[in-house]
């Protein structure tokens, strides 16, 4: 295609695709293989001396998935990115080039649940640590870095409370201290905020959630804005240094913009393997075509929804950032223009038994562990993915125990509504 800047419908599915060159298959096939016949004795020793590029083992890199890697790295504006098993590898796969043991990172208190139990517990495992502070207070951010910081973390609109993060201050902030900013961008999605164009140096996504859209494959996905320096500070050895894990290769030296994702191939899937598999690549890369089309449906039902929901008087308080009582509404237009997503939470007057009755009572609502489909979905976090947090951190984290979550799906709008009515009779009653 010619030079033009394309835009982010025609990306969404031409990006990182081409006709096959062995058959012409206009869509991208599921390459169900785990090898690839080197030519020669001498293409196999280029391939891993990374002089050459191509496909080797499946763990490392697999057509189906690289163009799906390459799709979603188009998205978001970066220069490179890999995709892993799931949201959770992401993450895990995006700290491992940075990190040592005794090395922290800061993140906001304002988390997925899941993120919040694998960055407060399960890395200690590792010896990295992280220390969650309000990303609202920029001093207290500031003030949580030390020498032993190698990241700043945060989520674009962050799960479960309709919270947009300031991410140009954090993003300044970050710059200032000489830190990557890490954003989780799976409750926007690269539609709703480009988290690199605020400064992010990578960018991950679950791409479980709204990038397949329809709730049927695990996945995530890192991308890297190619910006960041690397040598700068001295302090991160695996990727500007001689690498002991790939013969002594100094990564950013080498490869400039592209160390990052060189690295997460070629030691981060080689070593930890936390790949994606070519058929979850299949139906993200299916999902993904329609993206905008079902962020735009998504977000337009969320805000009839949200008004629907405050202006009820069984409803205590609703928390998305689309509505004019939010505190967030003035970030949108600056982070999130096309819209402050579809997941959202509200409180009920009645508590926690009211919440755990309006659960067992909706029928188009499905109560899951998920969002991001296109099904409307609903849970109580307080008794479910945010169950293992004290009181205060569920507090902090937006899930107090009379609130629900909803990921508001793209049904008729008026059907999502009804239910929630009849629900929350039964609740409220
Ligand atoms: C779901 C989710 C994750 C984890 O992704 P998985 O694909 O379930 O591992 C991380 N962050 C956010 C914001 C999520 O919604």
Redesign the pocket.
């Known amino acids: 295609m010619s030079e033009r800047q394309l835009g982010f419908d025609t990306l969404q599915i031409h990006a990182g695709a081409h006709p096959d060159p062995a058959t012409g298959a206009r869509q991208v096939p599921i390459y169900q293989t785990t090898a690839y016949a080197f030519r020669d004795a001498d293409h196999a020793a280029k391939l891993f001396n990374l002089e050459e590029v191509g496909y080797v083992y499946s763990r490392l890199t697999n057509p189906t998935v690289s163009a799906l890697a390459e799709r979603i790295t188009h998205l978001e504006g970066g220069v490179g990115g890999i995709c892993c098993s ?4 992401a ?1 895990i796969m995006a700290l491992f080039p940075l990190m040592m043991p005794g090395c922290n990172i800061v993140a906001s208190t304002r988390l ?1 649940g ?2 919040y139990t694998q960055l407060t517990h399960t890395i200690k495992r590792f010896g990295w640590s992280a220390r969650l502070v309000d990303f609202d207070d920029l001093d207290a951010v500031r003030a949580a870095v030390d020498d032993n910081t190698r990241a700043i973390f945060c ?1 674009s609109i962050a ?1 479960p409370g309709g919270y947009i993060t300031d991410l140009d201050a954090i993003g300044e902030l970050a710059n200032d201290v000489g830190l990557p900013l890490i954003v ?1 961008n ?2 926007a999605t690269p539609y709703l905020c480009r988290p690199i164009e605020h400064g992010a140096t990578l960018v991950v996504n ?4 709204y990038l397949t859209g329809n709730g049927t494959v ?3 996905a890192i991308v890297d804005s190619g910006k960041f320096d690397w040598a700068a500070s001295g302090k991160f050895p695996s990727l500007a240094s001689p690498e002991a894990a790939y013969h002594g290769l100094n990564f950013y030296e080498a490869l400039g913009g592209m160390a990052f994702t060189f690295h997460s191939i070629a030691v981060g899937l080689r070593d930890l393997g936390m790949t994606m598999n070519p058929q979850g690549a299949h139906y993200t890369l299916m999902g993904i075509e329609t993206l905008s089309l079902r962020m735009d449906k998504h977000v337009a039902n969320a805000q009839i929804v949200a008004n629907w929901l405050e202006n009820d008087p069984r409803i205590e308080k609703v928390t998305y950032a689309g509505l004019k009582s939010s505190p967030y509404y003035d970030r949108i237009e600056r982070i999130c223009p096309k819209g402050a997503g579809a997941l959202f939470t509200f409180a009920i007057k009645g508590g926690y038994d009211a919440c755990l009755k309006l659960i067992d009572s909706v029928e188009l609502f499905s109560h899951v562990a998920n ?2 489909d296109a099904r409307s979905l609903i849970i109580h976090s307080a008794s479910t993915t945010h169950r293992q947090l004290s009181d205060e951190q569920r507090v902090a984290a937006g899930a107090d125990n009379n609130v629900v979550r909803v990921s508001i799906g793209i049904e008729d709008p008026a059907d999502i509504i009804a239910d929630l009515d009849q629900a929350l009779a039964k609740a409220t009653a």
Do not use: F, I, M, R
Request: hydrophobic letters at 10%; proline letters at 0%.
């Open positions: 799931s949201g959770h590898a993450q997925y899941g993120s989520e799960n989780d799976t409750s679950s791409t479980t959630k695990t996945g995530g969002l991001g």
